[in-house]
Structure formats: structure tokens, C-alpha cells
């Protein structure tokens, strides 16, 4: 069974960056899409960055330019280098693995951006 591990949240002060790292058991080259979520309190779970198999990234438009999304097939790794962060990108940050029947989710990591 696949399972999925975040690592990398913590405290960082606003302007500060972290990078997140997301563990897959297995392969992920089987996997189509690997993508960051995030839920802040209150809030629903949004899309952060997701990148394809192929390398091809999309990214929320309240991240572009200081998120990149990048994953290591060799190593079934994928990463999120946040930078420039904000109070406002406080949340729990989830990895998500799509495989073609299948969804495979972390069980989160915490990130705090104090002002």
C-alpha cells in the first residue's frame, strides 16, 4: 500500500522560507501528479502547486513567484521550496499522489509564518 509522509513545517518568521519535503513508499514515477495542499483554520483545502510526470507545474496564483514545485523520481520525492512567506501562508500542508485509479494523501505538516 502506498503511503504518503510530509516533513519540513515548522516556525519561520514573514520573509523566511522552508522547504517541504514529501516521502512516497514506492515508485512515484507511477504516480501522474504529485501536489501540495493547503487548509488554514476555517478555511477550506486549496491547491498550492501540483507538477506532472513530465514536469509540467502549476501553481496558485497567491504563491507564483516564491513557491516551486519539484519532485526527484530517483529518490520518490517530491518538494515544495517556499520563499518569501507570508503570515497568510500559515496552514497544515498536505502532499497529494495521483496515480491513475488512485489518490494517496499525507497526513499533513504544520507551517507558521509569524509577523
Known amino acids: 500500500q502506498v503511503q504518503v509522509a510530509e516533513s519540513g513545517g515548522g516556525l519561520v518568521q514573514a520573509g523566511g522560507s522552508l522547504r517541504l519535503s514529501c516521502a512516497v513508499s514506492?515508485?512515484?514515477?507511477?504516480?501522474?501528479?504529485m501536489g501540495w495542499y493547503r487548509q488554514a483554520p476555517g478555511k477550506q483545502r486549496e491547491l498550492v502547486a501540483s507538477i506532472t510526470n513530465g514536469g509540467n507545474t502549476n501553481y496558485a496564483d497567491s504563491v507564483k513567484g516564491r513557491f516551486t514545485i519539484s519532485r526527484d523520481n530517483a529518490e520518490n520525492t517530491a518538494y515544495l521550496q517556499m520563499n518569501s512567506l507570508k503570515p497568510e501562508d500559515t496552514a497544515i500542508y498536505y502532499c497529494n499522489a495521483k496515480a491513475s485509479l488512485s489518490i494517496y494523501w499525507g497526513q499533513g505538516t504544520q507551517v507558521t509564518v509569524s509577523s
Open positions: 514506492g515508485s512515484i514515477f507511477s504516480m501522474n501528479v
